[in-house]
Nanobody, 120 residues
């Protein structure tokens, strides 16, 4: 199983970006998916999560600015980020609970991370 994240980059304060993360491989089912971020010198934190049924939750710091969504047919999660602030600068990682074909249950998998830099 592989999680491939994309969409990061450099953006000015107040700008927008959309991150994508696609899971591939011998997948039977995907349960919860989420986005985390880690800024230099800080611990990794949960940014947003979404259940298979589409229920979303957010960190207080991004509520009203970020929107998480997913396409179950494509095994893909998205993060739409608006009104970006310098404090949103971090490496963003996707995470998914995946049941592999022939597996015994759900396991957590991480994407490789994509850099988001908010700066003028």
């Amino acid at each position: 199983v592989q999680l491939q994240a994309s969409g990061g980059g450099l953006v000015q304060p107040g700008g927008s970006l959309r991150l994508s993360c696609a899971a591939s491989g011998s997948i039977f089912s995907i349960n919860d998916m989420g986005w985390y971020r880690q800024a230099p010198g800080k611990q990794r934190e949960l940014v947003a999560a979404i259940t298979r049924g589409g229920s979303a939750s957010y960190a207080d710091s991004v509520k009203g600015r970020f929107t998480v969504s997913r396409d179950n047919a494509k095994n893909t999660i998205y993060l739409h980020m608006n009104s970006l602030k310098p404090e949103d600068t971090a490496v963003y990682y996707c995470n998914a609970e995946i049941f592999m074909l022939g597996g015994r249950g759900y396991r957590g998998y991480w994407g490789q991370g994509t850099q988001v830099t908010v700066s003028s």
